[in-house]
């Protein structure tokens, strides 16, 4: 039976080539399918793709982009394609036609776009592609993939220059910050100095809060003072216009005292002139006295000469009781106008003296007008002030209601600052003239003085004038009586010339006294003259004033009039105050608080800015730190069982397709039941048509194993190769088999239907989660499926563990199949045996 199967295939060519097709058909669909998609990408440089260009170059910042020329160039100068640049007419026809199978396009706002990074609307740079997909759908994939991989280089190149502009924006933001910097410190130093101020309101407020009852009470107080102030007013009304009457009267006194002085003075003129005579006199008395001395000495040097000398002296004397005479009455002339003068310098120095009393009395009462006008105008500019304080410090609507109150107290503070200006200007002029009239009496009393020094003096000298006179005279008369006993009275005479001589020298020193005093006598009254001058003059100034102060006075007293008045509205509107300041007062407590926060703020910003400042200071960028913000993402790619390229991932999925093609294409050349001679059993039958399923398993096994090896694929241990082809081939076979022997040409069709069920659930290509659901239930449930993964355990993995499982699934698959085959034969040759027994004849198929 065996042989008979074998002489039956080899016998004619025909069957040799059968056999030998069935047997190189797994091959070659396996060895095609792996070198045609070992590495299809290998050859992307020869798929030709067309470049539009309409890029526009663009120029930012001086800088002239053109990006759409750069980036044709760098595609023209690698090899991922083979790129033609052409025009767009010319790339659209070539894609019609199937030259090309992509187009890429750049459009004309390509270089614009990349430089509106910072604007409000910015725009994305845009690469266009067209695809024919109906001309080669994966051709279109690949073209895909390849535009994004352009796209991710494109926005390296352009995000590596926006890095460049970024870095150099965070430098200049340095050099901002650095003057944000010093804003913020000056910002921190006015915070600091409102948290100063704050503070300083908020206490300010407070004591404002504490005083207003103390302002409440001062304005009480103002009040009184205002009524008073009026009262006192009046009385000044009345006291300036006695006393403008009573300057009137000294004015008069004034000019009579100047009119007296010039009378003293020329009094005094005449005095010095008779003063000026005397002395002439005495110092030719002087000279008739040395002679007379000369001539008692000769008399008594010589007796005999002084008969002679006698009567010399005779007519020296006659002529000394003449002089005598002329100077006895010389000075009692003088004697009673120094006593006239004496009691008039006593008067005139008692009027000056009451002169000098009155002006200062005067000059201190203008002094008091003056101080208490300066007073009033410091009082009303304090009350102005409070009164603006108190309109910025009232609400708008409080202030309302006290705003014609305050109008009217303005008002009759303004008519009292004027009359209080008028009565200081009158009280000015007042204490001038009064100064002028103190000066001018105390100058006047001094004069006085003086005069009523120099004329007791006088007086002292003329009375011992007098007395010289008479001595003079009785010496005359005694010399007059002596020389008649001349001769006889010489010792005598010598005696009375010493003793005159004594008298003279006593008398002359009175006259000294006499000339010194009316000499300071003259200058006395020349001051009271210029004093009465002086005060004449500004006595028109003295009454003047008067007239002033009394005007002033009475502005004053109806401007404190209307003070009194306004002062009332004062006091109901301090009420008010007193209970909004305690408000107030809150807010400046809460300004305060928020003036602290803000310092702190401002410090905490300073800071931050000082740190913003360094840290931009600090970034120094290079080259490598723009391909960082350009591609910060690298991918690091760890490969477990490697698989280097397309044929060797597919590899497993296309040799079981192989072995599964070639195991139903036996079915159509080789017949899995019939027997060429009479089987001797069913057993022998069966064996004799495995024997040839085996040895075509083998022989294609065999194949598979030496195109795996010869096409490249990275197998350590080929004879595993081998083995793992030969267990699924005989399971497709087995399959294949089972379902022909049983089924007939229906088995063949059912045959046909598991292999397609096998090629899309065994996961061979894309992971079975990626199929559809309903064809994942069949994962699992067909050989194929542990093919493949025990061929990708022998190829890839190396994963011994999933071989062996995938093995022994793959075994269990294919003995139920030989079993059932093995079946059909024992139950088809008992059939053949039971029908020869009925018809007598040996059964052999044809």
């Not at 669909?29 to 067309?50: C, E, H, I, K, Q």
């Not at 300010?204 to 009262?231: I, N, P």
């Not at 009393?445 to 007098?466: H, I, P, W």
């Not at 040409?745 to 309903?774: C, H, N, R, W, Y």
């Amino acid at each position: 039976m065996f042989k008979s199967e074998w002489k039956n295939i080899l016998s004619t060519p025909k069957g040799i080539a059968a056999i030998l097709a069935i047997m190189v058909l797994p091959i070659v669909y396996t060895g095609l399918f792996l070198w045609a998609f070992w590495d299809p990408y290998s050859n992307l440089n020869a798929l030709p793709v067309a470049i539009v260009n309409d890029d526009v170059a663009y120029s930012f910042e001086g800088e002239t982009l053109h990006l759409g020329d750069d980036l044709v160039e760098k595609l023209m100068e690698s090899e991922t394609f083979h790129f033609e640049e052409v025009s767009s007419e010319q790339a659209q026809a070539g894609l019609n036609k199937g030259d090309y199978y992509l187009i890429i396009e750049i459009p004309q706002t390509f270089s614009k776009h990349a430089t509106t990074l910072l604007d409000d609307h910015p725009q994305k740079l845009t690469i266009n592609y067209i695809a024919n997909e109906g001309q080669n759908f994966l051709g279109g994939q690949i073209g895909e993939t390849a535009v994004n991989k352009i796209r991710d280089e494109v926005n390296e190149q352009v995000a590596r220059t926006y890095a460049e502009q970024l870095f150099n924006a965070i430098v200049q933001l340095g050099d901002g910050v650095e003057e944000a910097t010093n804003g913020a410190v000056e910002l921190n130093d006015g915070a600091l100095t409102v948290v100063n101020g704050a503070t300083d309101l908020k206490g300010y407020l407070q004591q404002l809060a504490s005083s207003t009852v103390t302002l409440a009470e001062g304005t009480l107080t103002l009040q009184d003072g205002a009524k008073k102030a009026a009262d006192g007013a009046v009385s000044l009304v009345s006291g300036l216009t006695e006393l403008m009457i009573g300057s009137s009267q000294l004015q008069d006194g004034v000019i009579d005292a100047s009119t007296g002085a010039a009378s003293l003075n020329d009094g005094v003129t005449t005095y010095t002139n008779g003063v000026s005579e005397v002395a002439a006199g005495y110092n030719t008395l002087q000279q008739k006295q040395q002679q007379f001395h000369d001539g008692v000495q000769t008399i008594a040097d010589s007796t005999t000469a002084l008969q002679d000398g006698a009567t010399q002296v005779v007519d020296g004397v006659a002529q000394v009781a003449t002089g005598a005479t002329d100077l006895s009455a010389g000075a009692a002339e003088a004697s009673t106008g120094v006593a006239q003068l004496a009691d008039g310098a006593a008067n005139l120095q008692a009027g000056a003296t009451n002169l000098a009393q009155g002006a200062s009395g005067v000059a201190a009462g203008a002094t008091d007008v003056t101080t208490s006008a300066v007073q009033v105008q410091d009082g009303l500019v304090a009350l102005q002030q409070q009164i603006a304080q108190l309109e910025a410090a009232l609400p708008p609507a409080q202030y309302g209601t006290l705003a014609a109150t305050v109008e009217q107290l303005v008002a009759g503070s303004k008519a009292v600052a004027q009359g209080a200006s008028q009565l200081q200007t009158g009280a000015s002029t007042v204490a001038q003239g009064a100064q002028h009239v103190t000066d001018g009496a105390t100058e006047l009393a001094a004069g006085a003085a003086k005069a009523a020094d120099g004329v007791n003096e006088l007086a002292t000298s003329a009375s011992s004038l007098a007395e010289g006179a008479a001595t003079v005279q009785t010496g005359a008369a005694s010399l007059a009586d002596g020389t008649a006993r001349l001769a006889t009275g010489t010792e005598e005479l010598a005696a009375n010339a010493m003793q005159l001589t004594a008298s003279y020298t006593d008398a002359f020193n009175g006259l000294q006294q006499v000339v010194q005093n009316s000499n300071t006598l003259a200058s006395g009254a020349n001051d009271l003259a210029a004093g009465l001058a002086t005060m004449s003059s500004k006595m028109g100034e003295f009454v003047n004033g008067v007239v002033s102060a009394k005007t002033g006075a009475t502005d004053l007293t109806s401007g404190l009039t209307d003070l009194a008045s306004g002062t009332t509205e004062l006091v109901n509107g301090t009420s008010e105050l007193t209970s909004k300041s305690g408000d107030l007062a809150q807010g400046g407590a809460d300004l305060a608080s928020g003036a602290a926060k803000l310092a702190e703020g401002t410090t905490t910003f300073s800071d931050e800015l000082t740190t913003a400042k360094e840290e931009a200071g600090s970034i120094n960028p290079t080259d490598n730190t723009y391909d960082m913000m350009a591609s910060p993402v690298e991918v690091s790619k760890t490969v477990y069982n490697e698989v280097p390229n397309y044929g060797t991932g597919f590899a497993p999925y296309f040799i079981s397709l192989g072995l599964a093609v070639g195991g139903l294409l036996i079915a159509q050349i080789y017949d899995y039941v019939k027997a060429y001679r009479r089987p001797t059993s069913g057993t022998a039958w069966f064996v004799s048509k495995m024997s040839v399923l085996l040895l075509i398993t083998l022989a294609q096994s065999a194949f598979v194993t030496i195109v795996v090896i010869a096409i490249g694929v990275d197998v350590e241990h080929p004879w595993l190769i081998f083995g793992l082809s030969t267990l699924a081939s005989m399971a497709f076979i087995s399959i294949v088999q089972m379902l022909v022997t049983w089924l007939g040409d229906v088995g063949k069709f059912m045959a046909l239907v598991v292999l397609i069920i096998q090629l899309v659930t065994s996961a061979g290509t894309f992971p079975i989660e990626l199929i559809p659901s309903a064809l994942q239930k069949f994962y699992g449930a067909l050989p194929m499926t542990y093919s493949v993964e025990a061929f990708r355990a022998v190829i890839s993995t190396g994963d011994m563990t999933v071989l062996a499982n995938s093995a022994l699934i793959i075994t269990l698959f294919t003995l139920p199949c030989i079993v059932l085959t093995y079946v059909y034969f024992i139950v088809k040759f008992k059939q053949l045996q039971k029908h020869e027994q009925t018809i007598g004849e040996t059964f052999v198929e044809a």
